[in-house]
């Protein structure tokens, strides 16, 4: 049986892509200095905080790093030394299992940079991050959006899809994740993530029959990796107040930024809102109207549509090449069991 999922090693293409890595660490990284404590979440060979730069930083994974360099071995795109040692190694269960005690509560950040779509039960993975912060600690979080990456046909996932995970304590995909994942992955002119204005058609990765290998997984009790969490900015800001709200989480949206290709980028501080009844009704309405806008934002890319827009100036093929470049090493290339 086969992975169905495209290889996340290409890049997109836009004159824009030169400054993404540099805006990109800015956002993620405000506030925060290399004597800041902090816990990055599968980094592999593309960490955000390395220590060999000299930053007090943690890493867990899924494997050590032996077995990480193993794992890329082969692979013309990874740079194996730049795979740095595993501190935490993770086998299941809540990353806080596999963390020290003596470590939970103390660090300044929580890094986890294009994971959190991976994971089986992302409430765990959230109330395991606040456990390992301090109260004044920040998760940093860069999440694929929808509109701008393979996911582009798939439904955004919901507070209902969240807490019903958690309550099962699902610790694998189930199959219906699978087969959805298998029957909407799309590409744009051969690559997995592309910018905003990229009218190419998103054209179907598998055909129809990969339904029948993907109920093939209802018998797999290996971890199997997809993207299971889909997102559009508003519709993570929604779960992440409804689930605040029910007392799920105690963390809160501090900011959200829009990038203009692939991804958005979030910053969780502990605590939630304290509002009434009627607000919580206000903002969840207003922020399901924005996630429609979104959507239908999302259809300015297909040509012929009301709201399609032109293609960009594709006029600079240098920045197109570092942008290659930086994202043949970065965080589209993770596989992440978490």
């Not at 797999?220 to 007392?247: C, I, K, T």
Request: glycine share 6%; charged share 25%; aromatic share 8%.
């Amino acid at each position: 049986m086969t992975d169905p999922s495209p290889p996340l090693r290409q890049p997109v293409r836009d004159p824009r892509a030169a400054e993404a890595p540099r805006d990109r660490e800015l956002h993620l990284l405000v506030g925060l200095t290399k004597a800041s404590k902090f816990i990055e979440i599968g980094p592999a060979h593309n960490p955000l905080v390395p220590r060999s730069a000299g930053w007090n930083s943690f890493s867990l994974d899924h494997a050590t790093r032996a077995d990480l360099i193993a794992k890329y071995a082969g692979d013309p795109a990874v740079d194996p030394t730049r795979i740095e040692e595993v501190d935490f190694v993770w086998h299941g269960g809540s990353l806080t299992d596999a963390v020290p005690a003596e470590h939970h509560g103390t660090f300044d950040g929580f890094i986890a940079s294009h994971v959190i779509e991976h994971t089986t039960d992302v409430v765990r993975f959230l109330q395991a991050a606040r456990t390992l912060l301090r109260p004044e600690g920040v998760v940093v979080l860069a999440v694929p959006d929808k509109r701008k990456c393979f996911d582009f046909y798939r439904n955004p996932s919901t507070t209902a899809d969240a807490i019903l995970a958690y309550e099962e304590k699902r610790d694998r995909h189930d199959v219906r994740t699978h087969l959805d994942y298998g029957l909407r992955i799309a590409k744009k002119g051969g690559f997995p993530a592309w910018f905003e204005s990229d009218t190419q058609p998103a054209e179907l990765v598998c055909g129809i029959d990969v339904a029948w290998q993907m109920l093939g997984y209802r018998d797999v009790r290996d971890y199997v990796d997809v993207h299971n969490w889909v997102f559009v900015p508003a519709s993570f800001e929604l779960m992440m107040l409804e689930l605040g709200q029910l007392g799920f989480l105690d963390l809160r949206v501090e900011s959200l930024t829009e990038m203009p290709d692939t991804e958005f980028l979030v910053r969780l501080r502990p605590g939630t809102d304290t509002i009434d009844p009627a607000e919580t009704q206000l903002r969840r309405r207003g922020l399901l109207e924005r996630m429609l806008i979104e959507l239908a934002d999302q259809t300015r890319q297909i040509a012929g549509s009301p709201l399609a827009v032109p293609p960009p100036d594709s006029s600079r093929p240098g920045a197109c090449a570092r942008w290659r470049r930086w994202l043949a090493a970065g965080p589209w290339r993770r596989r992440v069991s978490l």
